[in-house]
């Protein structure tokens, strides 16, 4: 084949997403031996046979073929760097990697979303490749996300939920479940706002009070009416009065009718916002980088159906 044709060829190939696993083993001199591997797949359940196929340029491959065992580790979604490193070639690749000794002798690596520990069955040829083909004689599972290989890019695993989308509500009885979307949104606000509300209460501010700071540090100065209008969607109110209530306990000031931040006001903005973010930085922990970003679009999305009325908040910051 050309150089043109072996690179469509692997293009094509990639389109069968699969895994990604780490398959280890001892060389001769007890050293531990890793390469990443994505051409791992099952054969049979009784015996119990796995296969994969090593490159034969591979560092590796004396190792593996002189070796009676290996271990299979099948990679969870927060293993793309491990992956990468086992990728190198020659590089020391257990060097800042924990493990121990399997059942086989093969080195098994603490973290994986499934192990199988196999005694090495069958070596057969498969042109540029070996195939190699394990019983498995131990294995283990965890509950983690798997890492995903496509198209030659890292891709996390999504569930398809099934086309009927579940109303979570009865009315007939008037019961509502977990399902009901309005329901998980307004839980999800109330649970992930409460040590925002715990850090206005040490600052004696009221939410509607915190809304105002807010609005205001988008966009400023502005008249009572339009702070009224800005927080109309939030059933918070903030009439004259309320802002110069405001303005008397130093959290803004009025000049010419319009109202800005003051300092004071400004700061305890700032000190609210630094405890959402710091609850914010630990909420994103538990997520992966593309669970996040479907979260905000989705939200986006919902934003953007329900509030054809809303004034854009943002509006004076963004750029034209
Ligand atoms: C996602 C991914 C999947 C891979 N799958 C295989 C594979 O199935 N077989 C293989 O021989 N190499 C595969 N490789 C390449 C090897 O990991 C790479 O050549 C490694 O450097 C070999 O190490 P060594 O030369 O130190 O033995 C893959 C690499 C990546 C990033």
Redesign the pocket.
């Known amino acids: 084949m050309t150089a043109e044709k072996i690179k469509d060829f692997r293009a094509a190939l990639g389109t069968f997403a699969t895994g990604?696993t780490i398959i280890t083993t001892l060389a001769e001199d007890g050293e531990p031996i890793g390469?990443?591997?994505?051409?791992f797949n099952s054969v049979s359940l009784d015996p119990p046979l796995v296969l994969?196929?090593?490159?034969k340029s591979?560092?590796?491959?004396d190792a593996f073929c002189s070796s009676d065992h290996f271990a299979i580790h099948v990679l969870s979604a927060s293993q793309q760097d491990m992956?990468?490193n086992?990728?190198?070639?020659?590089?020391d690749k257990f060097q800042d990697v924990r493990w121990q000794k399997g059942e086989t002798g093969s080195p098994v690596i603490d973290q994986y979303a499934a192990l199988f520990e196999c005694k090495t069955m069958h070596q057969y040829e498969g042109g540029d490749?070996i195939i190699l083909v394990g019983e498995v004689v131990h294995f283990d599972r965890r509950d983690e996300e798997p890492l995903v290989?496509h198209g030659g890019r890292y891709a996390e695993a999504r569930l398809k939920t099934s086309d009927e989308v579940e109303q979570g509500i009865d009315l007939d009885q008037g019961k509502f479940t977990d399902d009901f979307l309005l329901y998980l949104i307004a839980r999800a606000y109330f649970q992930s706002s409460q040590p925002t509300r715990t850090a206005l209460e040490q600052l004696s501010l009221s939410q509607s009070q915190y809304m105002v700071l807010s609005v205001l540090s988008m966009n400023a100065p502005a008249t009572a009416a339009d702070i009224t209008d800005r927080l109309a969607h939030t059933g918070f109110e903030a009439d004259q009065a309320a802002l110069e209530q405001m303005a008397t306990r130093d959290l803004l000031v009025q000049t010419n009718g319009e109202f800005d931040l003051s300092d004071k006001g400004r700061s305890h903005l700032i000190e609210t916002l630094s405890v959402a973010k710091a609850f914010e930085d630990d909420l994103t922990d538990h997520f992966t980088a593309t669970e996040i970003a479907d979260t905000k679009r989705v939200l986006k999305k919902l934003i953007d159906l329900t509030g054809q009325d809303v004034p854009d908040l943002f509006a004076a910051n963004q750029p034209e």
């Open positions: 990604v390469v990443t591997a994505s051409s994969w196929s090593l490159a591979s560092l590796s491959k992956s990468n086992f990728a190198k070639s020659g590089a490749h290989f």
